[in-house]
Structures are given as structure tokens and as C-alpha cells.
């Protein structure tokens, strides 16, 4: 009897595709094509090392592992098509087809293994899930024994494992993207410490005897180097073009290392660490700062940069403008003339700010946005001191666009602004040495506040907007009348303060009612004013007969206990 030739199934989904397709088995290999129609996926037999069969999002699948550490997921099988499928891969490929049961129990602590194409978290030796090494864009330390992993993200709203609407496959990653909700960082803590052998792949923790002389490191740092090793973060292909050491950034905050590749670039920090693709800078801009001595560099991003639950849509560097550099680029001649011919240079020597600019624009082919010449400040600069709410920083001017730095970094463009309007807020002092601008945006996009403006800059400001034919409201003018009515308004205050103060000096008898009876006190008081308060106190509740009887004395037409003034005369009488 031979053997089939081709195997077919329906219904079955590659990598977590929004469409179903038809999966094709067959000697060379297998072949996948949406049903709906689309871009088709074939892989070679020769690339499988093992395959597995286990409950999957949509029934069963069957989950190939291949030799360049990818893996490809077919989901939608039957139970009853399992002996079939297992035939198929033992008469085509010569592997067999395990059957792997996830473990259901729902507990949150395992032990997390590195396989070689992905990691598997397991529950008494049963797998609860696993990570694809290429579904893992970045990981990081969050704490001491916490190591955070996050996952790629899709660029748009369509790019999925299968590419899609289209519905053809991806080569690599992103197979969560299919999702319109997915899981995008996940952390594990890891407590204890742990030898390098321990966290090797399974059947090399064997020879123990040697283990035990080695030294003992943090289980989470182990955790994470070997991650970072096995899912390839950090590691870019191709040599380092240029590397510039320890650059202040703003946004996110700390000191980070830059290191140039041909399609991307590597943020390394002493917490995190970022690779990140030319593909995804969508603004590159060179802003002077106003104080004559640094210079800012920012780089917009999309999709952003996410430090745990914090997404930065700007990198914001900042440079000395004095501190110059001197570098030659890791770069072979042959590319320096073909591919980068006209856009790099083999030998930099000027300030870092220009080299690491003409170095992203060469390698990025982004174009270098700086401040419009159309506007100058009051003093010669190209930004205005400002503030969000309580953030202070500088609001620069463009061709096209407003642009707030440092943090929050905030890009403004001229076509989604409706108006701008500027305003005093505040007292009459403050009012009058600074003022507000509030741009609002178009189609109920909101609007953005920027305070404390120095009344310097207003005609600057006024006449950038007219350039750009921007839409403006000046509610300044409109506010000179209240200014001078509040003016106005003190001076009354004051005048009546005073009237007051002369009411209060013609109020007769009453204030001398009040003032005589401190006046009194004060006279009788004056040999020892402390001493005589005491004595009276004592006296108060000593209930001597001498006492009695000058209560008594007074006590003609009066009660006793309301008579206050014979005691004091009859202890004067004493002295």
C-alpha cells in the first residue's frame, strides 16, 4: 500500500491569523492559503526538528518547531484528527508527534524553563504557557528579584502574524497582533539564588557534581541575562557603526549608551535596555536651548517607548554645545561610498550634538527638523520659557508645528490648531509681567495650556502667528479695563482701610471703656505684674479669713463672686 501523497485539512488558523485557511501536508514540506484568498505560506520539511500536539485557542494544534529557532503554530484541529495528523508526520518527516497536556491548576508559581525556540513556564512539569523567543521585543530588571518581559507590539492595526486583512505570514514575531486586546508586559518574580547550570537548557543540569562549586548568583539576574541572550535583545545583526557613551536624556531620565546599527539603535542604561528601529523615529529635531549652553535633541517615536506602564512618544537628549568629539565610523569603505554615499562621512570631528544628528540622519534618512527662522524671541533665542501645569520648560517655534520640551514633551502641529488664545491669569502684579497661551485644537481634540510666559515675548509670539496665519484671540486687551477697575478697586480698599482706622479712633466711650480697664490692671500691677497675678490666682481658691472678709466688705449691693476689683485694692492695701 503506498503512502499518501498529500494530506489536507480545513478550517485551520497559522500563528493566531484572523482567517481560517487550508494547511497542506505533503513530503516537501506544508503549505498554507487563507480561504477568503491572500498571500499563501510554505515552509520546507527539512526545518522541522519537533513537533507537538496540544489544546490550542480554537481546538486543538500542532506546534512545529524549526531549526532557526522559530516556531509555527496551526490551530483548529479536532481531537478525532490527532492519529491522522501523527501518521502524517511520522510517514513525511520521521518525527513523532507528542502529546502535551497544559497544566490547568491556575497556579501563578513555577518554574520557568528556556527551551530552544521559546520560554515555557511549567506547573509540576507541565507547561501552563509558553513565550516564543521572537514575540519579545525587550525585558528589564524592575526590582531586585522582579525581571519584567515586554511584547511586540503591531506598527498598525493590521499587521498580525498573518499579515493581516491580506492574510499571508510573517517570517518573525508579532503573532499576538492578530488580537484587537493583548498582553503586552509580564513579570516574574524570582527569588533565591542559582547557579548558571541550573538555568541551562534541560539534560546539561545532570553532571552536578562540579555545580556545586560554582558561584552562586541572584536567580533573577541569571533569569534575565539568559533571556536577553536567548531571545537575542540587545544583540543587533551586523557591527556597531558608532557608539557614543553615557548621553543625558531628560525623557526618559538617566544616562543611556547609543550605539548605531544599520537599521536600528540600542539605548543601554543601567535598568533598561531598548532597541529600537530607524522605521519607528517619525520626527527628529535639533532645538538650542536658551541658556547658551546646551543643546536638546528629540526624537519622536511611534509606536512609543514603554517603561512599564510609562509610554514615552519622545526621546530627549541633551548636549554641551562646547563639548566636542572626535569619531570615525565602524564602516566598511565599500558601504561608505555605495549605500551611504553623500550621507556619512568616515571622520567626524565638531560639537556631539552635530555628530550624533548627521549620524541618525544618515543612518535613519530622517530629515532634521530645527526652530523656524520666523521667530526670534525677545532675546534672540529660538524657545520661550513656559510651563504645563507645574512642569517648566521651553515652547519652540517651528515651520510646521509647536514643540514643548522636556517633559511632558509635547508636538503641536499648525493644522490641528483652531485657535490661540492669550490670556492673563493671576493677581493684578503677576498678571502684568506674564500671560497664558491656550491653543485649542480642532474637532474637540482638546487644548493644551502653556503659563507663565514673559510679557516680553507677547510681540514675538504675535507676529509668528500672523506669519503663519494662525487663528488668535487676545484677551489681554479685553483685560485692561479690569486691570485698572481692580487697581482702582485696591485703592478704594486702601482709602477705606483708613477711614476705618479713623472710625475706630472717634468710637468715644466704648474704646475707652475697653482701654480703662487695661489701663487699671496695668497701673496696679506694675510693682510685680507676674507676682500679683500669681498671688490673686492662689487667692482665688485659698479661702483665708482675710480675704472673706474683704469679699464681704464689697459685697454691699454686688455678689461676691462678680466683685474682682476690691481684691486687688485690698492686696494694694497690704503694700
Not at 533565591?192 to 546539561?204: L, S
Not at 512642569?391 to 502641529?413: Q, R, W
Not at 490666682?537 to 454686688?558: I, L, R
Request: glycine share 8%.
Amino acid at each position: 500500500m503506498s503512502k499518501p501523497t498529500v494530506e489536507e485539512f480545513n478550517g485551520i488558523y497559522l500563528d493566531l491569523s484572523k482567517q481560517p485557511g487550508r494547511v497542506k501536508f505533503a513530503e516537501a514540506g506544508l503549505g498554507w492559503k487563507p480561504s477568503a484568498g491572500g498571500q499563501s505560506f510554505s515552509l520546507d520539511g527539512e526545518q522541522f526538528i519537533q513537533c507537538q500536539w496540544s489544546r490550542g485557542a480554537r481546538g486543538y494544534e500542532v506546534k512545529i518547531l524549526l531549526r532557526d529557532s522559530g516556531v509555527i503554530q496551526l490551530d483548529g484541529f479536532d481531537a478525532e484528527e490527532y492519529e491522522r495528523a501523527q501518521k502524517i508526520f511520522k510517514l513525511f518527516y520521521g518525527l513523532n508527534l507528542e502529546h502535551k497536556d497544559h497544566a490547568l491548576k491556575g497556579w501563578n508559581w513555577g518554574k520557568g524553563e528556556f527551551g530552544k525556540a521559546e520560554l515555557a513556564f511549567n506547573v509540576q512539569n507541565r507547561p501552563a504557557f509558553e513565550i516564543p523567543y521572537t514575540e519579545i521585543s525587550n525585558t528589564n530588571l524592575a526590582g531586585k528579584n522582579e525581571v519584567a518581559v515586554e511584547f511586540s507590539l503591531p506598527a498598525t492595526g493590521d499587521e498580525t502574524g498573518t499579515n493581516g486583512h491580506l492574510g499571508g505570514a510573517r517570517s518573525r514575531g508579532r503573532k499576538s497582533g492578530a488580537a484587537k486586546d493583548q498582553l503586552v508586559e509580564m513579570r516574574f518574580y524570582i527569588p533565591g539564588t542559582a547557579t548558571k547550570k541550573e538555568n541551562e537548557e534541560d539534560g546539561e543540569n545532570k553532571s552536578a557534581d562540579g555545580s556545586e562549586e560554582e558561584e552562586q548568583h541572584n536567580a533573577a539576574n541569571l533569569f534575565y541575562d539568559t533571556l536577553m541572550d536567548k531571545a537575542e535583545i540587545g544583540e543587533v545583526a551586523g557591527d556597531t557603526f558608532a557608539t557614543f557613551l553615557e548621553v543625558l536624556h531628560l525623557t526618559p531620565r538617566g544616562r543611556f549608551g547609543i550605539d548605531m546599527y544599520e537599521n536600528s539603535f540600542r539605548l543601554r542604561g543601567k535598568t533598561y535596555d531598548y532597541k529600537i528601529q530607524y522605521d519607528n523615529i517619525k520626527k527628529f529635531m535639533l532645538l538650542p536651548k536658551p541658556d547658551d549652553l546646551h543643546t536638546l535633541i528629540t526624537i519622536g517615536l511611534d509606536p512609543p517607548l514603554r517603561q512599564g506602564q510609562t509610554r514615552y512618544p519622545f526621546l530627549v537628549m541633551q548636549f554641551k554645545r562646547e563639548e566636542e568629539v572626535t569619531i570615525e565610523l565602524n564602516m566598511t569603505q565599500e558601504l561608505l561610498e555605495g549605500k551611504y554615499k553623500g550621507k556619512l562621512n568616515a571622520r567626524y570631528e565638531q560639537s556631539q550634538n552635530m555628530v550624533v544628528a548627521q549620524v541618525f540622519r544618515g543612518l535613519s534618512g530622517k530629515k532634521i527638523v530645527k526652530p523656524s527662522k520666523d521667530f526670534v524671541s525677545h532675546h534672540q533665542q529660538s524657545g520661550v520659557k513656559c510651563s504645563i501645569k507645574a512642569n517648566e520648560g521651553h515652547l519652540y517655534c517651528l515651520d510646521k508645528s509647536f514643540m514643548f520640551v522636556p517633559k511632558p514633551a509635547t508636538y503641536i502641529p499648525f493644522e490641528n490648531i483652531s485657535v490661540i488664545t492669550m490670556s492673563r491669569v493671576g493677581g493684578a502684579v503677576s498678571a502684568s509681567r506674564t500671560f497664558d497661551i491656550t491653543i485649542t485644537m480642532k474637532s474637540g481634540a482638546g487644548e493644551h495650556q502653556f503659563s507663565n510666559i514673559n510679557r516680553e515675548e507677547q510681540k514675538p509670539l504675535e507676529d509668528f502667528f500672523q506669519t503663519k496665519g494662525l487663528r488668535t484671540k487676545n484677551e489681554m486687551v479685553d483685560d485692561s479695563s479690569a486691570l485698572i477697575a481692580a487697581a482702582l478697586k485696591d485703592a478704594d480698599m486702601a482709602s477705606s482701610d483708613e477711614e476705618v482706622v479713623a472710625a475706630r479712633a472717634d468710637r468715644g466711650s466704648a474704646d475707652e471703656d475697653e482701654e480703662s480697664v487695661d489701663e487699671d490692671f496695668k497701673a496696679d500691677s506694675e510693682s510685680d505684674v507676674a507676682e500679683e497675678y500669681d498671688s490673686a490666682h492662689e487667692s482665688s481658691g485659698s479661702g483665708s479669713d482675710e480675704e472673706m472678709a474683704d469679699g464681704d466688705a464689697g459685697a454691699e449691693s454686688d455678689p461676691p463672686e462678680v466683685e474682682e476689683r476690691p481684691k486687688k485694692k485690698a492686696k494694694t492695701g497690704k503694700q
